[in-house]
């Protein structure tokens, strides 16, 4: 069975300040892919990225890093210097290799940047 | 392309009454799917469909039904309306391919069910 915790439910910050929110998931396949979305207040749901399990290599995208590590089967989100336009709740989620799978989601975590 | 798109955007039901939530891509996408959305409790996945005539139950399928006529449309179908089906339905869709290519989300459908 697939599953994907996010241990944090809400998490308020200051503005400029850095912020992870943390992911760790449960699986028994060996190949499997890794995402994160975000839906702000309006409700939408955004694509910010997608990892598989054979690349483990961080990943930078602006202020926003990933850090994949499989050895605690956890894959971590930081955004840097925290911007009010952050504030969302975001999700991680869960699918194995067969191009068929459906996501497994986690809760999510809802994250409030305060200026 | 407008990508996927939901109707209605809101919807007020009775209990007992029945309604079909709509949906259709533009984007020639295989996979297809209905998630709902409960506060504090993420997307769990409702049914979803590998393509034209396939469909298959999800983690939470009871008291819906679906369908999958052509490729760009995937109803989804409540029958009896009830308070527990109060939620936000989304729906989305993705390319067949063997990078697991991600979720393309329309914008939701907020139902309440009184």
């Known amino acids: 069975a697939q599953k994907v915790t996010q241990a944090q439910t809400e998490i308020s910050v200051v503005e400029k300040e850095d912020v992870t929110l943390d992911c760790v998931y449960e699986?028994?396949?060996?190949?499997?892919?890794l995402f994160w979305y975000k839906q702000p207040p309006s409700g939408e749901l955004v694509f910010l990225i997608r990892r598989n399990s054979f690349d483990e290599q961080n990943e930078i995208s602006g202020r926003y890093s990933w850090n994949f590590q499989k050895s605690t089967s956890s894959f971590n989100f930081t955004i840097t210097a925290s911007q009010v336009v952050d504030s969302a709740v975001y999700f991680c989620?869960?699918?194995?290799?067969?191009?068929?799978?459906?996501?497994?989601f986690g809760k999510g975590t809802r994250l409030s940047v305060i200026a | 392309n407008a990508g996927v798109t939901q109707t209605p955007k809101f919807r007020i039901l009775k209990i007992g009454q029945s309604m079909t939530l709509q949906c259709t891509q533009d984007?020639?996408?295989?996979?297809m799917y209905w998630y709902r959305q409960d506060p504090g409790m993420g997307l769990k996945l409702i049914y979803y469909s590998v393509g034209a005539g396939i469909t298959d139950k999800g983690e939470v399928p009871n008291g819906y039904n679906v369908s999958r006529s052509t490729t760009e449309d995937f109803p989804l179908r409540l029958e009896l309306a009830a308070p527990s089906q109060t939620s936000v339905y989304f729906c989305?869709?993705?390319?067949?391919?063997?990078?697991?290519?991600?979720?393309?989300f329309g914008n939701g459908t907020r139902l309440t069910v009184t």
């Open positions: 699986t028994r396949d060996t190949t499997y892919y």
């Open positions: 989305a869709s993705r390319n067949r391919d063997r990078d697991n290519s991600p979720l393309h």
């Open positions: 989620a869960l699918s194995h290799n067969s191009g068929n799978t459906p996501l497994v």
């Open positions: 984007m020639n996408h295989n996979y």
